[in-house]
């Protein structure tokens, strides 16, 4: 198969997105070069391009195919990692590094819905980077999959526009989609810009020193940076999904107990915001018959929103119980009560509350409303002048 370069460049660069996904990547790994590169069994040309360290490979450059790890990628359709080539078990001993240039790489292959490995999203540089955090990888991922679906999308709206075979409400309503993915993507850019940045200031003032009276309190900052990236992470995959064509699954699972999931989760928000109280009343008869890591996702967004939008000279109250074949988690605040206004879109995504200062994706409360109805419960809030107060319930053995 013979690539039309100029065609596949165009594909690309009619992604609005691009330069935006560039940027993200490079701010988030430290990589120098980062690509968008189209891949064959006998082709690898660049699509697109972000290139800090002077590589010297531009839009429409080609390598031989037979050279790049993106082929190998292409053929097993996995990501790869190297944090340091000289350290690196597998690849120590590659080729490609030493002729190429580089210490660190990652690359992620660009899947289209029928399984076809399009190219890869890459980066490399001739430093070695810490790229093995799930912050890291799965936001990587995330972005290669939007870019393919992107792709996919351009080209049903071309051929529509061609033969005429999709109606005019079709096509607004392709438009529109992809309109929310160029929002998306510009959102997570900027969202996630801030907790690396912190992250990165606090580790290079303990470098510099190291024995600083004040490296605790840079480190529960860096902590809670990380934290925060976590959580972004976590629930624009799973907001990425939906939009895309997917649907939040769960996976339930009766064997194992739900109480050191809800402690570890009320442990990690403690340690984050060592000045606000959380008092927790669990009373959970074992088992609930739910989904873990996703419950633990839905009570982080509601702890954290509480944390984040509470009275922080106050305690926020966290209560668990079974009742009457009933699970039930409520988690409650201090505070000004949430705005008739706020209230109308609070479980709707790109909402947040009624202060416009604070961070964030908008996603949490969005994403919470969706894992209580994909377990069959209902997640209810009342917001009175002194206490706001979220509750999940659903069916025990649901």
């Not at 994706?361 to 109805?373: F, M, T, V």
């Amino acid at each position: 198969m013979t690539i039309d370069i100029k065609a596949e460049v165009s594909a690309v660069q009619q992604i609005g997105a691009v330069p935006k996904i560039l940027d993200v990547v490079g701010r988030m790994t430290g990589m120098g070069y980062v690509a968008i590169a189209r891949v064959t069994s006998n082709q690898w040309v660049c699509c697109a391009v972000r290139d800090d360290i002077n590589f010297g490979l531009a839009e429409g450059g080609e390598l031989q195919v037979e050279t790049t790890i993106c082929n190998e990628i292409r053929q097993h359709g996995k990501t790869v990692v190297i944090n340091d080539v000289e350290t690196d078990g597998a690849f120590c001993n590659h080729p490609t590094p030493a002729m190429y240039g580089f210490r660190s790489y990652i690359s992620a292959p660009i899947v289209l819905s029928d399984g076809t490995i399009w190219g890869t999203l890459c980066a490399i540089d001739p430093k070695p980077r810490d790229l093995g955090k799930p912050e890291i990888l799965g936001s990587f991922q995330l972005l290669s999959e939007l870019i393919a679906a992107q792709l996919e999308l351009n080209q049903r709206l071309e051929q529509s526009q061609t033969d005429l075979q999709i109606s005019q409400a079709d096509l607004l309503d392709e438009r529109r989609t992809s309109e929310l993915r160029e929002q998306f993507i510009g959102v997570l850019g900027h969202d996630l810009r801030n907790p690396l940045a912190s992250v990165d200031a606090g580790m290079r003032l303990l470098l510099r020193h190291p024995g600083s009276q004040n490296a605790s309190e840079i480190i529960l900052s860096v902590q809670k940076s990380v934290l925060r990236m976590a959580g972004l992470v976590d629930n624009i995959m799973d907001f990425a999904r939906g939009r895309l064509g997917g649907a939040l699954t769960i996976k339930r699972d009766a064997t194992q107990p739900l109480t050191p999931v809800l402690e570890h989760v009320i442990a990690e928000l403690e340690s984050a915001w060592p000045n606000v109280a959380i008092e927790a009343a669990i009373d959970v008869e074992e088992p609930v018959n739910c989904d873990r890591n996703k419950m633990g996702q839905l009570f982080s967004n509601l702890l954290g929103n509480a944390v984040t939008y509470g009275d922080q000279g106050r305690p926020v109250r966290v209560s668990a119980r079974t009742i009457d074949g009933m699970f039930e988690l409520a988690v409650a605040n201090y505070g000004p009560p949430i705005s008739d206004k706020a209230m109308e879109n609070l479980f709707k995504p790109y909402t947040r509350g009624d202060r416009p200062s604070q961070q964030g994706l908008g996603l949490g409360l969005y994403i919470a409303s969706q894992i209580a109805k994909a377990h069959g419960g209902i997640l209810r809030v009342s917001s009175e002048p002194e206490e706001t107060r979220f509750v999940f319930e659903m069916p025990q053995g649901a």
